[in-house]
């Protein structure tokens, strides 16, 4: 068998691993996709704070975050700075852990809520 130069190894790789990725319906990320996966991204992000905010606003005073929205003035809160508050408190969790963090919270919430009785700020003796 005769050996090929180094160039043209290469070049019959890569058309190979194309062949194969377009057999399977694959193809390589451009620029739009990378665009789509960010928009994605980012609205996830949005998802996740939206989720924070449900659970501060569920009652503002067993949050720190919350008493200081409570006591600047209401036009502030119409405006959103609530959350702002939470975007720039959270920025530095990843979104996964945000929701992760946030979806049994509201599920403890909504079993308190359920049987009529105040669940914040959290005590230990009802998580049990």
């Known amino acids: 068998m005769p050996c090929l130069p180094d160039e043209q190894t290469a070049v019959i790789e890569s058309e190979m691993v194309e062949d194969a990725f377009t057999k399977v319906?694959?193809?390589a990320?451009?620029?739009s996709d990378q665009r789509l996966w960010q928009e994605k991204l980012s609205?996830?992000?949005?998802?996740?704070c939206e989720?924070?905010?449900t659970l501060v606003l569920m009652k503002l005073s067993a949050w720190a975050i919350g008493r200081s929205v409570a006591?600047?003035?209401g036009m502030q809160l119409a405006r959103g700075s609530l959350m702002e508050s939470v975007v720039d408190a959270l920025a530095g969790k990843a979104t996964a852990t945000l929701h992760g963090r946030a979806g049994p919270l509201l599920k403890y919430a909504k079993f308190w809520r359920d049987r009529g009785l105040d669940f914040f700020p959290v005590q230990e003796d009802m998580f049990y």
Not at 43 to 48: D, I, L, N, S, Y
Request: proline share 0%; glycine share 6%; hydrophobic share 35%.
């Open 25 to 27: 319906g694959l193809r």
């Open 29 to 31: 990320a451009s620029a």
């Open 43 to 48: 609205w996830e992000r949005k998802c996740a």
């Open 51 to 53: 989720k924070w905010c």
């Open 71 to 73: 006591s600047s003035s």
